[in-house]
């Protein structure tokens, strides 16, 4: 069963708009990490953000921030402000303390940020 | 320094022959990954070595090796290679305690 889904499939908004893309996932374990990462044209995939499962303070970093809902396994990536630049594949991942630290995407977003 | 180093940077293969892709990192991290990444798919994980301990993901344990000498160099190998495995190999590292992957450029293999 996938543990991390994307449903958006693309998204497209204008330039200086908030966007938000979501994604779900299933786990049985108390511990855990959520990233998310962007992978750009060149095809290479940078980590974004992080939050991990114990904390209760939406993380932020820069104009991303993320929404994190744990009753609803779901962890929302929101950016403000975009940019033309922030147009790319958007990948949401989570991190399983005690599976040994396995790793798992989602099929990620397409976002486009059009002028 | 974050770089995680990926060589070579494209790589054409013939179907049949061997491919060993190489990547490196200064992070001084525990965990290195290989990955197999498709057009529109999500990262796939291939394998990751936990310090010298070798994890093989169930549905490619007998496509893919690799080697790891020291705590900087991961390897992926495969032995013969076939159409389905062109794809951009994507190599990352993190420590063990749950933190975020750097990845590097990674490697386009195209296999004729």
Redesign the interface.
């Known amino acids: 069963a996938q543990k991390v889904t994307q449903t958006q499939t693309s998204i497209s908004v204008m330039e200086k708009t908030t966007v938000t893309m979501d994604c779900v996932y299933e786990t049985q374990d108390s511990s855990y990490f959520l990233f998310w990462y962007k992978q750009t044209a060149s095809g290479e995939i940078v980590f974004l953000i992080r939050q991990d499962s114990y904390k209760k303070e939406n993380a932020t970093v820069g104009h991303y921030s993320l929404n994190f809902q744990k009753p609803k396994s779901s962890i929302g990536l929101i950016i403000t402000a975009t940019q033309i630049e922030d147009s790319a594949v958007y990948f949401c991942a989570m991190r399983e303390r005690n599976n040994n630290n396995r790793i798992f995407f989602g099929d990620g977003t397409q976002l486009v940020v059009k002028p | 320094d974050t770089t995680v180093k990926q060589n070579p940077r494209y790589k054409l293969a013939r179907v049949g022959k061997p491919v060993n892709l190489i990547c490196s990192q200064t992070m001084n991290h525990d965990?290195m990954?290989w990955y197999q990444?498709k057009p529109?798919?999500?990262?796939k994980?291939l394998l990751f070595y936990?310090d010298k301990i070798l994890?093989r993901e169930a549905d490619t344990f007998e496509k893919f090796q690799s080697s790891r000498p020291n705590n900087s160099f991961c390897s992926l190998y495969i032995g013969s290679a076939g159409l389905e495995y062109s794809a951009?190999y994507?190599c990352?590292s993190s420590t063990?305690r749950?933190?975020?992957?750097?990845?590097g450029?990674?490697t386009?293999l195209t296999v004729l």
């Open positions: 965990t990954y990444k529109n798919q999500a990262p994980l936990y994890n951009m994507l990352a063990g749950g933190d975020e992957q750097y990845f450029p990674g386009r």
